[in-house]
């Protein structure tokens, strides 16, 4: 039996057209649209493309989205000035810093310095904090789509084994609260878990978050289990030679093969978590502008 699978492209068609209409209602009522700032420190060619995806995501659902490039060797103060200035911009709603961010700025520094009511990444401790004492406030794209994800597949949270594979910020730890908020039995497990397979063969829910391609094989999979794969792994199939570049493939941090064989449903790579991270991300831009004239209006 082979598993349903969880089509984020179509879900994130769904969603963006809910935010399309949000959107509108409020660009009527207010007398601007919601605005979206995206910043990219250097040339890297795959986050050059993300970015530029985002901003035109953003533009296509009416939000007026702009993608700033800055060189490479930006230093941080010069981009912490840039983040103070649309800090202080009342038509800016959202601000996201691409990461990874080169190595002269200091990650924490940045992200830390975004206004919490702009930070549409959720990636501020104070966000991250209200997420944690049970009051989300802006929560981190990717555990949104992924809760969305489980949502499509009808899983049922309550009382679940839920085992969440990564403790990053950005998306290992949100997720676990998210699943703990929904009343789930989480487990967090990361690499210096013991007998991670066993761990993974609990789990009802299982979310992969870790960046390695493969990781999770199919026997690790409980049967039945919903299965969501956040990794996004470039594969070389074939080097490059002749002239011909290298025959590459993207692949997630779980076997999809295997595990599709074992899960109820999952998510494929591509086309499962990414493209609900970036719709979530203009759901975020219009919760985020909501809100702010909400504060501002008393
Ligand atoms: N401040 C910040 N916020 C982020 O949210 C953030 C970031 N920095 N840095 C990089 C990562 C990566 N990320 C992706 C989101 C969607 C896809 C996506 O839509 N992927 C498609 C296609 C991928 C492809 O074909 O290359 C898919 O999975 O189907 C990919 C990557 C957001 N990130
Ligand atoms: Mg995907």
């Not at 401790?125 to 489980?150: D, H």
């Not at 084994?161 to 998210?178: D, E, H, T």
């Not at 992969?208 to 956040?230: F, N, Q, S, T, Y």
């Not at 064989?261 to 831009?285: F, H, K, Q, W, Y």
Request: one cysteine or more; aromatic letters at 2%.
């Amino acid at each position: 039996m082979s598993a349903t699978l969880l089509d984020g492209k179509k879900l994130a068609e769904t969603v963006r057209n809910e935010v399309r209409v949000g959107v509108a209602e409020f660009t009527k009522t207010h007398g601007r649209p919601p605005g979206l700032e995206v910043i990219l420190v250097g040339e890297d060619p795959a986050s050059q493309i993300y970015t530029r995806n985002k901003e035109k995501a953003a533009k296509e659902v009416g939000i007026r989205g702009k993608l700033h490039v800055l060189p490479a060797d930006t230093s941080e103060d010069a981009l912490l000035r840039e983040l103070d200035r649309l800090n202080n911009d009342d038509t800016v709603d959202g601000i996201l810093v691409q990461l990874p961010l080169p190595k002269q700025i200091r990650e924490q520094r940045v992200l830390d310095a975004i206004r919490p009511d702009k930070d549409v990444d959720g990636f501020h401790p104070v966000n991250a904090g209200m997420l944690a004492s049970g009051r989300p406030s802006l929560v981190p794209c990717t555990p949104r789509g992924s809760m969305r994800l489980l949502d499509l597949a009808g899983a049922r949270l309550e009382g679940a084994r839920a085992v969440v594979v990564g403790r990053s910020n950005i998306v290992g730890k949100p997720m676990a609260q998210l699943l703990l908020a929904a009343n789930a039995t989480v487990t967090m497990a990361h690499s210096r878990t013991k007998d991670l397979a066993a761990v993974c063969r609990e789990a009802d829910v299982l979310v992969v978050a870790v960046g390695k391609a493969e990781l999770v094989r199919g026997d690790w999979v409980k049967p039945g289990a919903v299965v969501i794969d956040v990794g996004m792994n470039r594969i070389e199939l074939a080097p490059a030679k002749d002239g011909e570049p290298a025959k590459t493939k993207l692949v997630g941090d779980v076997a999809f093969d295997e595990a599709k064989e074992r899960a109820s449903a999952i998510t494929p790579v591509p086309g499962g978590v990414g493209p609900m991270t970036i719709a979530c991300l203009l759901d975020n831009t219009l919760v985020a502008a909501r809100a702010r004239v909400a504060a501002k209006n008393g």
